[in-house]
């Protein structure tokens, strides 16, 4: 089991909600669902995958998924922000081939994961989210549709600003120098030998000087990262048609009995139940 947690569960598709309060220290964790902040003000530092930004106003956050993250308060204000969580499912549901509505968050996972609203477009966007946000929490006719189709609205119009370069990409952040190879090389081969001695041989850099700074960077082990993150992943391919026994061996597990019980103390449930429960949902 491992010993940083997946929080918040998302029972809609989207959900939106106004957070203005003094941040609690959170142990780093991860979501099964997207995250877009927006954030207003406050003194935090968003730390996601191993880099660290210092947030200022009308910057927005992208978190993807699984990916694992944390804020951090650094002064004793009020931290007021705007929170979407996003099912994975929504975006697919309203994107082709040409046209993904999760491109912000590749992006946002190759170079950034926060960006900056210059004002004009700042206010572009914040009166769409304020749009969205008061319609969410309505009761009029069709409100769940007229919901849904502003949140498409939005989303459309964020990747567009970012398609447009309205949106300023690049965002500055704190990292440990010797600790992001080390994650970029891990996502990048998750399914190859990603064991200690290979990437302590790969990197010049001693096990235990490694490990250590690996924990101290992302606040979990190595091996934990890497189990996760091939999880994770295992549960998007039960998604399709694929045998479980070809998704546990293609996500770098070496038997099944492992596979399962790894994804039982991470989802609760095994991943026969798991596809049981998608296809009865269908």
């Known amino acids: 089991m491992c010993n940083y947690e997946k929080r918040g569960y998302l029972a809609q598709q989207?959900?939106?909600?106004?957070?203005r309060d003094y941040l609690v220290p959170l142990k780093f964790h991860y979501h099964a669902?997207?995250?877009?902040?927006?954030?207003?003000?406050g003194s935090v530092t968003y730390t996601v995958e191993g880099k660290s930004y210092p947030l200022m106003p009308r910057d927005i956050?992208?978190?993807?998924?699984?990916?694992?993250?944390r804020p951090l308060p650094t002064g004793n204000e009020l931290y007021e922000r705007i929170v979407i969580y996003i099912s994975p499912e929504i975006l697919q549901k309203y994107s082709h081939s040409d046209e993904n509505l999760a491109a912000c968050f590749t992006s946002a996972a190759k170079h950034s994961s926060v960006m900056h609203l210059p004002p004009g477009k700042?206010?572009?966007?914040?009166?769409?989210?304020?749009?969205?946000?008061?319609?969410?929490?309505?009761?009029?006719?069709?409100?769940d549709l007229y919901s849904e189709i502003l949140f498409v609205e939005f989303m459309i119009l964020l990747n567009r600003a970012l398609l447009s370069h309205e949106i300023d990409e690049m965002h500055a952040a704190v990292y440990d120098k010797k600790v992001l190879p080390i994650l970029k090389h891990i996502n990048d081969n998750l399914f190859t030998d990603l064991s200690i001695d290979i990437l302590s041989g790969k990197f010049f850099i001693s096990k235990f000087h490694m490990m250590r700074r690996f924990k101290k960077a992302t606040g979990y082990s190595i091996h934990q990262y890497i189990t996760n993150k091939r999880?994770?992943?295992?549960?998007?391919?039960?998604?399709?048609d694929i045998p479980l026994t070809k998704?546990?061996?293609?996500?770098?597990?070496?038997?099944?009995?492992?596979?399962?019980?790894?994804?039982?103390?991470?989802?609760?449930?095994?991943?026969?139940?798991?596809r049981r429960k998608?296809?009865?949902?269908q």
């Open 33 to 41: 669902f997207h995250k877009i902040i927006l954030f207003i003000s």
């Open 247 to 274: 998704i546990c061996f293609d996500c770098g597990f070496h038997d099944y009995s492992t596979f399962s019980r790894a994804f039982k103390d991470v989802f609760k449930q095994t991943p026969r139940e798991y």
């Open 122 to 143: 700042s206010h572009d966007l914040t009166f769409h989210v304020k749009k969205l946000e008061q319609n969410f929490y309505a009761k009029g006719f069709a409100n």
């Open 14 to 19: 989207f959900k939106i909600f106004r957070i």
């Open 231 to 240: 999880l994770l992943r295992a549960r998007a391919m039960i998604h399709s």
């Open 278 to 281: 998608l296809f009865l949902e």
């Open 61 to 69: 956050i992208f978190v993807s998924a699984g990916e694992i993250h």
